[in-house]
């Protein structure tokens, strides 16, 4: 008999995986296209490594802490929560995958809002769950009894908002934890961009689990790093289905190093957030539609004085400026999103570049 290899679970076998964004090949790009920090992380990260490697990197034949046991006492003075309240991952992704294997599967539907981070679906659907999405309002706010009476076991709020941009305030945010008889996941990737969290509501309220990554605002993508702050009893059993040293001995260390360096954040997060201000009014002086921005990216229509904001306007001028090799990412699935250019906030010059395009496409 001939070997064969047996069919995917038929859940899987339906299944599509993450598209991420587009990383180019070869030098010469302006990468505004997914949300990476544009400036390199802190030193003390780098040294943190560099002491981690020395002898030879003998300590890289012992595996790290299996709980990220000093990573989540750095996560707690970060943010003033109890370690023991602090699951680490590797990536928030990590985390928000543990969240959905423990409390979602058959009968057990999660719940997002529509738009918003498109991994959640794909997560939900490798556990064989059923997602239920509730829109944003054409305001861009939340609609607190649609998300109460969604019938999900997790809802997952993303504040800010990607890929729109906007921030719901803590306010909005209790409400919706109040109201929803689940576990609220407020998947705060942006928040350290915005002028409030939810960090609060995670230490005071019963069904709120706050998720952050050192994606963004510490400049770590690549080193794969986030964490929960949940429920005393939700931390316990995401412990129990996560891999058992889900995060590397560099990657602990680092993080470590990058959550105690708060100097660095403060001058990065506020150079962010200039460039973000300074792009955002340029684009509205030019008559582009630009939606608020609390993160590190800025979600506008596009238009010219010959071409409205429409589907096709989004894509030529993505065409246009790919073409010149700024890369920024279209969301053509949603119609809060569809007319609209994402555009990653990127250094000063690669911010003036990125103009200085839209000046000449807005001229073709
Ligand atoms: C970038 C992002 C994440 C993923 O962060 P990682 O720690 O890199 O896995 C999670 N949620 C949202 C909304 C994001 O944009």
Redesign the pocket.
């Known amino acids: 008999m001939s070997a064969k290899i047996p069919a995917a679970n038929p859940h899987v076998a339906a299944m599509s995986p993450y598209v991420p964004g587009e990383q180019p090949q070869g030098g010469g790009w302006v990468k505004l296209n997914t949300?990476e920090n544009p400036y390199p992380p802190s030193l003390r990260s780098l040294e943190a490594i560099r002491v981690a490697l020395l002898n030879d990197g003998a300590a890289l034949r012992l595996y790290p802490s299996p709980d990220s046991a000093p990573l989540r006492e750095a996560v707690a003075r970060f943010h003033g929560f109890a370690a023991a309240r602090v699951v680490a991952?590797n990536?928030?992704?990590?985390i928000?995958n543990l969240i959905i294997r423990a409390y979602a599967g058959p009968g057990r539907p999660i719940g997002m809002l529509n738009p918003?981070?498109s991994?959640y679906p794909v997560l939900a659907a490798a556990q064989a769950a059923e997602v239920v999405k509730v829109e944003v309002t054409e305001q861009l706010s939340v609609d607190v009894d649609a998300i109460a009476q969604c019938g999900a076991t997790v809802f997952f709020l993303?504040n800010p908002n990607?890929p729109l941009g906007v921030a719901f305030t803590p306010d909005v945010v209790r409400a919706v934890a109040k109201a929803f008889p689940g576990l609220l996941v407020v998947?705060e990737?942006?928040a350290s961009f915005a002028d409030a969290d939810c960090v609060a509501l995670a230490r005071e309220l019963p069904n709120v689990i706050v998720?952050r990554?050192?994606?963004?605002a510490h400049a770590l993508?690549g080193l794969?790093?986030?964490y929960a702050l949940c429920p005393a009893g939700v931390a316990e059993v995401l412990h129990r289905v996560r891999d058992s040293y889900n995060v590397d001995r560099l990657a602990q260390v680092a993080a470590a190093a990058a959550l105690d360096d708060r100097e660095w954040l403060d001058v990065t997060v506020a150079q962010v957030r200039a460039t973000r201000e300074r792009l955002a009014a340029a684009l509205r002086k030019l008559g582009w539609q630009v939606n608020p921005a609390a993160g590190n990216f800025v979600l506008a229509a596009p238009v010219s004085s010959t071409r409205a904001a429409s589907v096709e306007t989004s894509a030529h001028c993505f065409e246009f400026l790919r073409a010149r090799k700024i890369l920024v990412r279209r969301f053509p699935h949603h119609r809060l999103t569809e007319k609209s250019l994402r555009i990653s906030v990127g250094t000063e010059q690669e911010t003036d570049v990125f103009l200085q395009a839209v000046a000449a496409w807005m001229e073709g």
Request: proline residues 0%.
């Open positions: 949300n991952g990536g928030s992704d990590d928000l918003s981070y991994l993303t990607a998947d990737a942006y998720t990554t050192l994606s963004k993508a794969r790093v986030g």
